[in-house]
């Protein structure tokens, strides 16, 4: 090490150096690290789980979040009963005592479905008139028609279906399923997330704490790739500085950071030396990952996307890239599905832009032998009201709405649960997102029940005290 470095060393405290180095888990996958020296030379991180508690069926997870709360009464839950009433009052007896978010205290008038439905395939799956590839693989799909949450608000409601609570801390799902059974990629974080945008100009932020790993070891913690220009910050050195000289720094750290470990035993050290271990393959796995120009046109037509453009055409894409390279959990936001006003013609445009994305990544992992161990959820946040806000959009809805699985164990050409005639309440085989969370688990070999981890004296879960397998729609 050169005296120059020693010497800057000294002038900052320890973890002061570390911040301004790193600025965070995204940033020790960025700060400008030597890229060939150590790839492939540390196996992928084991979870806790060392045998699993069931047969495994699933070894990764693509979980899609229609975020601002995807209509179900315009996408998978047909209601002609609804349809037959629009414009009539909505009956109390439906809505007294229930929470609503925008519309308390305002009239309620029944609000039909803006567009047709039709049924596929020979299991007749039903879905909205306007899908034109997702039909294609209608027997694949498993819709839930009768998921319910906790949350009537954005934040709280992507909190609860991210972490089973809706108070903020919680480790996420993905933190929970890499602390349980790790990642089999050495050369990528074991859970990643990535957001686009729609066209309709209502895309709400999505915060950061959502893949946050809560209590749990900071290195289970979901790290984001944007979709365009760099995937992370700081990820090619700074003018002037080669190789050799990032590597001194990176040595010096990883001998201060031992040091202190050997002293203190702190978990969040052992976190940072592992992360600048992850950073040194990221800075040539990320790009190699991003360069989609390697893939066949006819793929890149199939998805609707000409390269890595931030699109959820793209991202879905990388999804499938990121499953090949043993990341366990993808988290695929895409924001603009908020509709308290246009859903018509909002919906037409939501559906542009998941329909053969959605269709392609599906067939791309048939394809590639992989659909059969890859889960894949499609889910908003919560659903809509079968009232109409403003004479032709939908109030935020938590007590009804339909999340569409496929793959990785989960039985296709499926219709599990309903609500009620008008598409407000789950009534019929109730599928509330502990239930959704536990049978993710269990498909990946997981009790629920016995993942746990200490924090303040008490033994906590994703699924808290609460969650069943459901088994009915199981492979």
Same mark, same amino acid.
């Given at each position: ?10 002038? %900052? ?28 030379? =540390? ?20 979980f899609m979040v229609m975020a601002g ?16 009433? %629009? ?21 309620? =008038?029944?609000?039909?479905?803006? @567009? ?78 990535? =957001? ?14 959502? @893949? ?22 700081y990820l090619t050195n700074p003018p ?43 800075? =040539? ?51 603009? @599905?908020?509709? %308290? ?32 161990d890859t889960l894949i959820v499609l ?97």
């Open positions: 090490m050169n005296a120059d470095l020693l010497a800057a060393i000294r002038l %900052h405290q320890r973890r002061t150096f570390l911040t301004q180095s790193c600025r965070g888990v995204g940033a020790l996958a960025l700060s400008s690290l030597l890229p060939q020296a150590v790839a492939g030379a =540390t196996p992928p991180p084991r979870g806790v789980v060392t045998k699993p508690h069931v047969p495994p069926k699933a070894k990764r997870v693509i709360g995807a209509s179900h009464l315009e996408l998978f839950d047909h209601k002609p009963e609804l349809a037959k009433r %629009h414009g009539q009052p909505m009956p109390e007896s439906v809505t007294k005592g229930q929470p609503i978010a925008q519309l308390q205290g305002a009239k309620l =008038t029944c609000f039909g479905p803006q @567009w047709g439905f039709k049924k596929h395939g020979q299991s007749g799956q039903e879905m909205n008139e306007l899908f034109k590839f997702l039909p294609e693989v209608a027997d694949d799909l498993c819709v839930v028609r009768s998921c319910k949450t906790e949350a009537i608000n954005h934040d709280p409601a992507h909190t609860f279906m991210n972490s089973g609570s809706s108070v903020s801390g919680r480790p996420s799902m993905g933190s929970w399923l890499t602390y349980g059974i790790g990642s089999e990629s050495a050369d990528l974080p074991g859970f990643v997330v990535m =957001t686009s945008n729609g066209r309709g100009g209502q895309n709400q932020p999505i915060a950061s704490r959502q @893949w946050s790993a809560g209590f749990l070891p900071g290195k289970f913690q979901g790290v984001q790739l944007r979709g365009k220009g760099d995937p992370v910050l002037g500085v080669g190789a050799e000289q990032q590597k001194d720094v990176i040595d010096a750290v990883a001998r201060l950071n031992q040091m202190q470990n050997a002293a203190v035993d702190d978990p969040e050290i052992a976190t940072r030396i592992g992360q600048y271990e992850l950073a040194f393959r990221m800075q =040539t796995s990320v790009p190699e990952l991003m360069d989609l120009s390697k893939e066949p046109a006819k793929v890149l037509e199939s998805y609707g996307t000409k390269g890595a453009d931030g699109s959820f055409a793209a991202n879905c894409l990388l999804a499938r890239r990121m499953a090949q390279k043993g990341v366990r959990f993808i988290q695929l936001y895409h924001r603009d @599905w908020d509709h %308290h006003g246009g859903v018509k013609d909002g919906i037409k445009l939501k559906i542009e832009e998941i329909d053969a994305p959605l269709a392609a990544l599906i067939k791309d992992l048939k394809r590639l032998g992989m659909f059969e889910t908003g946040e919560f659903g809509r009201t079968p009232m109409s806000q403003g004479g032709n959009g939908r109030d935020h809805h938590m007590k009804g709405f339909s999340v569409l699985l496929a793959g990785g164990g989960i039985k296709g050409g499926v219709s599990y649960g309903a609500t009620d005639e008008f598409g407000y309440n789950a009534e019929e085989k109730v599928f509330p997102v502990h239930d959704l969370h536990a049978t993710m688990l269990h498909l990946l070999g997981i009790d629920h029940e016995r993942l746990t981890y200490k924090f303040q004296g008490r033994d906590y879960r994703l699924t808290d005290v609460h969650g069943r397998v459901v088994k009915e729609i199981l492979a």
